[in-house]
Structures are given as structure tokens and as C-alpha cells.
């Protein structure tokens, strides 16, 4: 079953239409989650948006949220920490 949250991110559900903060850098998204309704759960997929900050990966090196990365033997690595290495 498919659920279309129109212009919510997938993932914190805020959201992303134009007037909102949320509305630059959004992505299209669909995400599989478990609706749950009178004690049944259903599989469902939610297509909607995803937004910048939920976007974001962790630094493996320095641990700030990223969208701006490379991966490096196997770990994310920021282009702040990239700068680092030149």
C-alpha cells in the first residue's frame, strides 16, 4: 500500500512546500514504514519529500551532519575534514 504525504518530508513529516523553510534542497522520497490501526499492522510505503536536514550523514571523522561528502576507505569523511587531509 502506497501513501502519498503530498509535501511532507518522509522522515520527520514536517513540512516542504514552497513558503516553507524546508522547501530548498528537498528531494523526492518514499520511505517503507508499518501502519499500525486497531491492533493490525500494514506495510506501507510513504512517498512524499525528504528534507535538507534529513538529508544530512554523520562525519565519520568529526561527527557533524554533512550533505557535502566523499567516501574515503570505506568512511564518510566531510569537505571541511577533506580540507584537513589536503
Not at 3 to 29: A, K, M, W, Y
Request: aromatic share 6%; charged share 30%; with cysteine.
Amino acid at each position: 500500500m502506497e501513501i502519498n504525504i503530498e509535501d511532507r518530508c518522509t522522515h520527520c513529516f514536517q513540512p516542504t512546500n514552497p513558503g516553507s523553510l524546508r522547501f530548498v534542497n528537498r528531494i523526492p522520497s518514499g520511505a517503507d514504514a508499518t501502519l499500525v490501526l486497531q491492533g493490525e499492522s500494514y506495510d506501507i510505503t510513504v512517498d512524499g519529500w525528504m528534507c535538507e536536514e534529513c538529508q544530512q550523514i554523520e562525519c565519520d571523522e568529526c561527527e557533524k551532519l554533512t550533505l557535502d561528502y566523499e567516501i574515503r576507505d570505506g568512511k564518510i569523511v566531510c569537505s571541511e575534514c577533506l580540507g584537513e587531509e589536503k
